[in-house]
């Protein structure tokens, strides 16, 4: 059984930065590929950051140079470095992970496990 845990938001001014967590246990699928979504309140779930077991990553417009995704695969934790924040980047964030071939995609549809996620409020 896949448990997917994100940690880490909070509220910060704009301008800030927070960093956020995903702590995955009972998955053990390699290749696989590991993504950032976030949804604000009436909006559709976006995402924003993926990254793949090599190590390759993609990014949503909206977030290019100021979010950064990475991985430790030891702690089989997910990152999200969140920079610069503006209020537009107040939402839910939630971790999404799927296994088989390495694919680079915010899509949302082809992630089966998804976390609870975690609030990040940034007050202008």
């Known amino acids: 059984l896949v448990d997917v845990v994100e940690s880490g938001g909070g509220s910060v001014q704009a301008g800030g930065s927070l960093r956020l967590s995903c702590t995955i246990s009972g998955y053990t699928y390699r290749p696989y590929s590991m993504a950032w979504f976030r949804q604000a309140p009436e909006k559709e779930r976006e995402g924003v950051a993926v990254i793949d077991s090599n190590g390759l990553t993609g990014y949503a417009d909206l977030v290019k140079g100021r979010f950064t995704v990475s991985k430790d695969n030891a702690k089989n934790t997910l990152y999200l470095q969140m920079n610069n924040l503006k209020s537009e980047d107040t939402a839910m964030y939630f971790c999404?992970?799927?296994?088989?071939?390495?694919?680079?995609?915010?899509?949302?549809?082809?992630?089966?496990?998804w976390g609870q996620g975690t609030q990040v409020t940034v007050s202008s």
């Open positions: 999404a992970l799927r296994g088989g071939p390495c694919v680079v995609t915010l899509i949302r549809s082809f992630y089966p496990d």
